[in-house]
């Protein structure tokens, strides 16, 4: 396959997005791609995106394999404009039209992606979510509109668990009491049950509560 694709056609392939496999190349490119079965045209109207298919993620991986500048499937690149979901405990991102957009497109994208890579289903966790589950599940909250921890404002925050490595732990800032910490906790896990995550309710030695959370074991 690799041998029948132009130049341009294998620089929209490695110039993908490593997390979603969105193309940023021009239309005929992206059409051009769609007609190998390598990338697929997905979005709402008015917001159409290609993104390449579990062949093209195949592609992309063996092209840029022997590229050390090109990130690998499911890790971000290391521009400064790579997108990073909200996780509540840094600096707030810049707010306002362009986040919003930029936050439905990374949600829009993952759920391109499991569809793609779970036979249409978008209820589960993809592969590259598992790889990096703090920044998937504080994606899931901020898609939902969920906010996220600030300065004198309530709010999320998702971190990686002490207790077993890289899981996602969520906690609840700036909550007037604990009963209205666990009941912020509970909406944030009603949300991630919907997406494959499970959650389950603890509580630090100073009785604050955190959810830790997985992925579900239903698929």
Known sequence: MKGTLTAAQRRAVTGSDPVT??????????????????????????????????????????????????????????????????????????GGPRRAAEVATAWEGLLRIRSLLLDGATGAPAPWERDRPVHAVALALEAAGCPAARPGSPGYTVTAAGEREGEPRIGWRGAPDGTAAIRALARCAELLGRYGWQCTEHRTREGEPFLLVSPSRAR
């Open 21 to 94: 496999g969105r193309l940023a190349a021009r239309a005929d490119v992206c059409a051009a791609l769609a007609a190998h079965g390598l990338a697929v045209r997905h979005g709402r109207s008015g917001h159409h995106g290609y993104y390449l298919t579990p062949e093209g993620l195949r592609l992309r991986a063996d092209l840029t394999a022997a590229r050390p500048d090109v990130p690998p499937p499911g890790r971000p690149a290391p521009a400064a404009d790579t997108f990073a979901a909200d996780d509540g405990t840094g600096t707030a991102p810049p």
